[in-house]
């Protein structure tokens, strides 16, 4: 009789038992060096102990694979250890940023904080007295009207740059990479000294969103235009072989092969916006009261809000400001969450 061996799969790219234990033993040896080393010298602080165990780490694991498997793999493990301390550093402020913004935001999270607005309270108040009700009202009305007024400007704008590349795409692409690197105090200005002074000659929340649009459209319409340039020019042939028209091609096929991106874009340029104070400053207002109208009268923001609340400066109205920062970065998270939940809904259907 023959028996039957059945062959268990391996996987290579796995770390063995062995390389784990070599990887935490020169975690450890990394840790109690940078330890040492910050104890017998003249550095002192948390980076000293982070900039010394990265350093460490990286050098002990090239020795490690340098013994084990050669040069080759000494440089690659080098290698590795430095993009992993990239990525480290590049993560560890926004961490620090959010868990600040959590210890010192959360003592002035309550229900009444959403239900009531500022107009018969003042940021040094008690927390418990108003609230900033009108604060996000104002920022979601300013945004919607950005959203609506940007966005077909810059889908177009990216459009005319990758499908139509007429005479203008030059000096077109050129003086969108300029608005880019606009300050946003300069496009409240402009809109201050075009419209409002000479024409409205009032505040309002239509102001504001007219400065936001200026910041957003070059940011929509740059990122629209990558991801607009990945779509392979095989699909717009097959719609021209097809018989479809290049505008029909486009709007069929091209759109909505780069759907996601373009959720992409777009929540990029709320995220531009969402927090900009100065042109919020010069041209809202800054109502304390929940002003549901965008053309009449002044409108309160999240910016501004928390501007206000910074230079009262007493302790409760510091705690409202940082309140006010944890709601603006709860709103931006929800609307990122929701614009790629639908994106994603409508690519599966």
């Not at 040069?71 to 560890?92: H, M, P, R, Y």
């Not at 904080?113 to 003042?122: N, P, Q, R, S, Y």
Request: proline share 5%; charged share 10%; glycine share 8%.
């Amino acid at each position: 009789m023959s028996s039957v061996v059945t062959a268990i799969p391996t996987k290579p790219w796995k770390a063995s038992k062995r390389e784990r234990a070599i990887d935490l033993s020169v975690f450890i040896t990394a840790l109690v060096t940078s330890y040492v080393f910050v104890g017998i010298s003249a550095m002192k602080g948390k980076l000293a102990y982070f900039a010394i165990f990265f350093l460490a780490y990286a050098l002990f694991t090239s020795i490690f694979k340098a013994r084990q498997r050669g040069s080759a793999a000494a440089k690659d493990a080098f290698i590795n250890s430095l993009v992993a301390i990239g990525a480290i550093v590049t993560v560890i402020p926004v961490f620090s940023i959010l868990v600040t913004v959590l210890h010192k935001g959360l003592p002035g999270i309550s229900f009444g904080l959403f239900t009531h607005d500022m107009a018969l309270a003042t940021p040094t108040d008690p927390l418990n007295n108003g609230g900033l009700l009108h604060a996000i009202t104002g920022t979601l009305t300013l945004v919607c009207i950005a959203l609506v007024l940007s966005v077909p400007i810059a889908i177009l704008t990216a459009l005319y740059l990758t499908e139509i590349k007429g005479r203008l795409s030059g000096p077109i692409r050129f003086l969108v990479q300029a608005m880019s690197g606009v300050p946003s105090i300069v496009a409240g200005l402009f809109i201050l000294s075009a419209i409002l002074y000479p024409i409205t000659k009032a505040y309002s929340g239509l102001m504001g969103a007219l400065a936001l649009t200026i910041l957003m459209i070059p940011t929509i319409a740059r990122t629209s235009e990558e991801v607009l340039n990945l779509i392979p020019n095989e699909l717009r042939e097959a719609g021209t072989a097809l018989g479809g028209t290049q505008w029909r091609t486009v709007a069929m096929i091209v759109l909505p092969a780069a759907k996601s991106g373009l959720i992409t874009a777009i929540i990029l340029g709320v995220a531009r916006i969402a927090g900009e104070t100065a042109p919020i400053l010069l041209l809202t207002g800054g109502g304390d009261r929940v002003n549901p109208n965008a053309f009449n009268g002044p409108m309160g923001s999240l910016p501004y809000y928390i501007w206000k609340s910074f230079n009262a400066g007493s302790p409760e109205a510091i705690t409202r400001a940082w309140a006010g920062l944890l709601v603006l970065i709860g709103l931006v998270l929800i609307l990122f969450t929701f614009a790629r939940l639908l994106g994603s809904r409508k690519a599966s259907k």
